[in-house]
């Protein structure tokens, strides 16, 4: 009587009933079970301990929490995993520190050949290709597709108003026989836009101030060199001081717009892509789940695999990434009031249907791109995850109607769009479920933000920036307005000085590199599921990721450059970094 009066007795009996038939012989046990399951039941579902917090207006809320330490043991970071994480970062500093001396007492950052002093060699083969490789268009194209930030490039079919490139300009890119307007028409210019960038506040770091620009860089798919930038101007306002860069201007004028590019690319990819569309995105799913799902609602077990770790995680982020003194105000150029600005803008603009890879790919128009694995990955990894989703909703949920009447369910996706995802009219995510198929997609959309897309922007973070003119973290100068006044003195002085470039370098390792008790996609160290349908849901589901690792792995096979970030062996279950 007593676990009928909780609305989760459907599970409840559900699950006792196939743990008591397949092992448990005794009464007994039966009892310690639902003893165990109610206590589990109150414990993980009380609104209490998870309570929201609003830390920031204007992006998602998250856990009440102000450092880890308040976080319940149950969420927290298991010691192995504390003890690493806290040592690798002193480790590197430490190590980088003794670098940053030897440079202070001995020649000047003059050249570009500096950076090399600090670079940790060894650690990342594409790393080390980058460094040789940073200069050249057709590297710098490629990193649009399946760099740090894959989401950013637009199909162009009109030149924006704002952005006025003529045909004679950039002829001289032009595979034979075409021209500006045929390849318009044809679909292949693309362009980045950093609208985003602009105007935002800029960092002041030991009395010295920091720049940014919001560039925009038109790009053409070129027949034999593949996808290669052709027009760059630095503002979004066309002015005699804001001049278009093209590759035809003087090598180190070109250069240094593209650093600029490239350097906003860095706050973008961080803060955009990596903190607010993944980190902060699934945040909310973990508050909600804690707070509104029992322990044996079936779509609590399907979720928890994919939030170990993640509050803490974020909690730290807050306290030591992006508060009042922490890395961000430091060294990068969005430190301070900037960071949050520009995580508001994006945050007012975000929808749900963004954060599905398919229609992400509509919407941006890339599906024409050739070699753009990040796609090809994206799309194989959404099928399969939404294939295991849709399955497991199936076997809990006989009929549209069951999603309905499931109370816990609906409180949950209420506690998401109310709660969480607040002052966004126009996320595109309703407080009601109605179908089976509306929460196969939702559950995807978890699983996929927190295994595949947070594998795409954080694991290759050291590799696209260890070599830091590749990826600025600041600019110590302003956008140069004349091409011909740029000098290697001019550059240097306005990428990040040694000690930036040492912070960059470690932050960026220590966040990047593999995790010590990661557990890859689709494994489970908990049997949330006991019932022999859901187990075999969970051997297909690894059946096929087995299958795209093989495809993927055959498909590196001779590549210059290998992109393996969404193998799916290398993706965490979970956002734990
Ligand atoms: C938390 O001991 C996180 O100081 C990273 O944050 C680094 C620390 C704490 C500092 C540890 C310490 C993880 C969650 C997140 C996120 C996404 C954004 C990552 C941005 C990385 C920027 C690198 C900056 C380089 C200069």
């Known amino acids: 009587d007593k676990v009928l009066t909780f609305p989760c007795y459907r599970w409840l009996i559900g699950d006792i009933k196939v743990q008591y038939t397949q092992q448990h012989k005794y009464t007994a046990s039966l009892i310690r079970m639902v003893v165990l ?213 003087p090598p180190l004028a070109w250069l240094l717009a593209k650093i600029w590019v490239r350097h906003s690319e860095f706050q973008v990819f961080q803060l955009l892509s990596h903190l607010l569309r993944t980190h902060l995105v699934i945040e909310v799913f973990c508050v909600a789940t804690l707070r509104q799902l029992p322990a044996v609602h079936p779509i609590y077990k399907l979720l928890a695999p994919h939030l170990r770790y993640t509050l803490e995680i974020n909690c730290r982020g807050r306290t030591q990434l992006i508060s009042p003194n922490g890395i961000f105000k430091r060294v990068v150029s969005t430190g301070g009031d900037g960071l949050l600005i520009l995580a508001q803008r994006e945050y007012k603009v975000l929808t749900y249907r963004s954060l599905q890879p398919r229609n992400d790919f509509t919407d941006r128009g890339v599906y024409e791109l050739p070699k753009y694995f990040y796609r090809e990955h994206s799309l194989m990894l959404w099928d399969t995850i939404h294939s295991f989703v849709s399955g497991m909703v199936s076997l809990y949920y006989q009929s549209d109607h069951d999603v309905q009447e499931d109370l816990e369910l609906q409180a949950w996706i209420r506690d998401i769009t109310q709660e969480g995802y607040t002052e966004l009219p126009n996320f595109g995510l309703p407080s009601k479920l109605n179908t089976r198929e509306e929460l196969s997609t939702l559950v995807s959309v978890a699983i996929f933000t927190s295994t595949a897309q947070h594998a795409a922007t954080n694991n290759g973070q050291f590799d696209w920036c260890a070599w830091v003119p590749n990826t600025p973290c600041t600019m110590r100068h302003p956008p140069p307005t004349d091409k011909d006044a740029v000098t290697m003195e001019m550059i240097m002085a306005t990428l990040p000085d040694v000690s930036q470039s040492c912070l960059q370098m470690a932050i960026t390792w220590h966040l990047g590199r593999a995790q010590p008790d990661a557990i890859p996609l689709g494994q489970y160290t908990q049997e949330h599921f006991t019932e022999g349908e859901a187990l075999e849901l969970i051997e297909r589901f690894r059946r096929e990721l087995k299958d795209i690792e093989g495809h993927i792995l055959n498909q590196n096979e001779g590549l210059e450059l290998p992109y393996l970030f969404l193998l799916p062996s290398r993706i965490e279950n979970s956002i734990t970094i």
């Open 37 to 249: 399951k109610i206590s589990m039941y109150k414990y993980f579902c009380h609104n209490v301990c998870y309570r929201w917090v609003t830390w920031a207006p204007g992006i998602p809320r998250c856990i009440d929490a102000t450092t880890e330490a308040d976080l319940p043991q149950d969420v927290r970071f298991d010691n192995e995993k504390r003890s690493d994480f806290e040592h690798s970062l002193h480790y590197a500093l430490l190590e980088l520190s003794l670098k940053k001396l030897a440079i202070r007492f001995g020649k000047s950052w003059s050249d570009l050949d500096d950076f090399k002093r600090i670079f940790w060699k060894l650690r990342s083969p594409i790393a080390e290709y980058c460094m040789e490789h940073w200069k050249e268009d057709r590297f710098f194209g490629y990193q649009c597709m399946n760099g740090s930030n894959p989401r950013m490039i637009k199909s162009c079919n009109k030149l924006p108003e704002n952005f006025p490139v003529t045909s004679d300009m950039v002829q001289s890119s032009m595979a034979p026989r075409t021209n500006l307007d045929k390849e318009l028409k044809a679909g292949n210019i693309y362009l980045l836009d950093y609208a985003i960038m602009d105007g935002i506040p800029t960092n002041t770091i030991k009395s010295k101030p920091q720049y940014i620009a919001a560039p925009l860089c038109l790009l053409y798919q070129h027949p034999d060199e593949g996808l290669i930038p052709i027009a760059i101007q630095l503002e979004q306002t066309p002015d005699h001081d804001t001049p278009i860069f093209l590759p035809r201007d």
